[in-house]
């Protein structure tokens, strides 16, 4: 997979890139992922990339040109699966779609900035809009970072078997089951005793029948 992320504060992004499980399945050459700086495609010696709005109003609107130029070199050289506007008023993320995109081969996240972009970029260029919550960031970079790294870890090859994605919380619709490690007892709080049994298949149904309890206390509305 090839992400191409274009932004004005590359430098925000950088560092989730370069530890951890995205450095690796970068070293594995699993995914690619490219920064693009929104200035080096500014048409104006300021390096420029906002503006004011159009009927006035407080806040900078990112202008069309420097990203028309970025987003349609970068369509030049190969075809993209889509090309994502992160943005709060988009469509809000989950497991579903970090699924969706683990699949793709080509994608562009756009990170806007300031009051956002001018609207004719989301009406020409952009594919999908996604927003990670419902609160503000102060731009995209931080959602981009989080959206690659749940869709990267989803691509087989990235996870080892001993962190395999498919027990994560969200992967079957509820939250994940009560985990323990060694000591069995610690200061005389006991770990459940089925855990320790080698009875595989009463594990198993204890660990989906407390994923259900879980999942019915904190957040019934994913049993809905
Ligand atoms: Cl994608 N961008 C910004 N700036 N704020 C957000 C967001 C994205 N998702 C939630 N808040």
């Known amino acids: 997979m090839r992400i191409d992320i274009i932004t004005a504060v590359p430098e925000l992004l950088k560092s989730p890139f370069e530890a951890s499980i995205l450095k690796r399945a970068i070293e594995k050459k699993i995914v690619a992922v490219h920064f693009h700086n929104i200035r080096d495609y500014s048409t104006n010696s300021y390096r420029q990339i906002d503006d004011y709005q159009f009927g006035g109003g407080a806040g900078m609107v990112m202008m069309i040109e420097p990203i028309d130029k970025c987003i349609s070199k970068l369509k030049s050289q190969r075809n993209y699966d889509e090309i994502i506007y992160v943005t709060p008023d988009g469509n809000n993320f989950n497991q ?121 206390s904190r957040r019934p509305d994913l049993l809905e």
Request: charged share 25%; with cysteine; aromatic share 6%.
């Open 96 to 216: 579903r779609i970090a699924n969706k995109i683990s699949l793709m081969k080509n994608i562009i996240i756009l990170c806007g900035h300031y009051k956002g972009v001018d609207q004719r970029v989301r009406d020409q260029f952009i594919t999908m809009e996604i927003s990670i919550g419902d609160y503000v960031l102060s731009g995209g970079e931080l959602a981009s970072a989080i959206i690659c790294d749940s869709v990267i870890r989803l691509i087989p090859g990235v996870l080892g078997n001993e962190t395999s994605a498919l027990t994560d919380s969200h992967q079957d619709g509820l939250l994940a089951p009560s985990v323990y490690t060694r000591p069995a007892e610690y200061k005389g709080w006991k770990v459940p005793e089925i855990l320790l049994s080698g009875h595989l298949k009463k594990i198993e149904e204890w660990r989906e029948n407390d994923a259900l309890k879980r999942t019915a």
